[in-house]
């Protein structure tokens, strides 16, 4: 079985970011679970599916296919041949990616995904359920978080450069996360929590490089 570095936290918690940097210094793979979650809220509301029944969205999800290659140290994901880039991170999507995700009949579906990349070699997955339901077994998990402020100044930075929001929308960035996480770890089904075991790191006051070494030097 390949290696797993697992890293949960709340949305904007500085994951991606840090994921991509120790996957770079270790040469593992890197993988964005969250984007999965992403993609099949995005094809649900293509389907104009009621993303508040989770009805219509268990039984949806069960014509969604998506195809997975690696691809510059990552594990790239395609709908349709192609990979869906920018158009999975709208605020439309952030305000229906979490309800979708509390669908257990998608969270089946994306953990076997997840499960099936150790196939493909050693990897750094981040996600909200990764060290406590996904890969509980890994020795390296880490949970990574920050004050909410610091959070919702990382997430409009973001926003702002991909043009979905503009400089003071701070207040509405913060509601949106907040609200995220209040739905992610309320959820039934593999909440957002601290995994057992796994180390924390409050990244408030720490750079990207920090927190990555941090991490690397903790690998086990
Ligand atoms: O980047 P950000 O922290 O904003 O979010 P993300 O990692 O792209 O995840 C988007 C959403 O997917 C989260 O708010 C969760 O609802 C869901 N998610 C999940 O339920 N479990 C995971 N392992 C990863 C993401």
């Given at each position: 079985m390949s290696n797993v570095i697992c890293v949960d936290g709340p949305a904007a918690s500085g994951k991606s970011t840090v994921s991509k940097l120790v996957a770079k210094r270790t040469g593992y793979l890197y993988v964005d679970s969250g984007a999965l979650y992403r993609i099949v809220t995005w094809l649900a509301l293509e389907a104009e599916?009621?993303?508040?029944?989770s009805e219509a969205v268990a039984e949806f999800v069960r014509r969604v296919r998506v195809d997975f290659t690696t691809r510059e140290g990552r594990v790239a994901y395609e709908v349709r041949g192609e990979e869906p880039g920018d158009r999975i991170r709208t605020p439309n999507i952030n305000a229906h990616v979490s309800p979708v995700s509390a669908v257990p009949e998608v969270r089946a579906l994306v953990t076997g995904w997840l499960r099936g990349m150790r196939s493909l070699g050693n990897l750094v997955v981040e996600g909200?359920?990764?060290?406590?339901?996904?890969?509980?077994?890994?020795p390296n998990r880490f949970y990574l978080d920050a004050d909410p402020e610091e959070r919702a100044r990382r997430r409009l930075k973001e926003d702002v450069a991909k043009g979905?929001?503009?400089?003071?929308a701070v207040e509405k960035v913060k509601e949106s996360i907040l609200n995220r996480d209040k739905i992610d770890s309320t959820?039934?089904?593999?909440?957002l929590m601290i995994p057992e075991g796994a180390m924390r790191i409050d990244?408030?006051?720490?750079s990207i490089d920090e927190v990555a070494e941090k991490i690397v030097s903790n690998i086990k």
């Open positions: 599916i009621d993303t508040s029944s909200r359920d990764i060290g406590s339901v996904v890969f509980p077994e890994s979905f929001a503009d400089k003071g959820r039934k089904t593999a909440p990244t408030t006051e720490l």
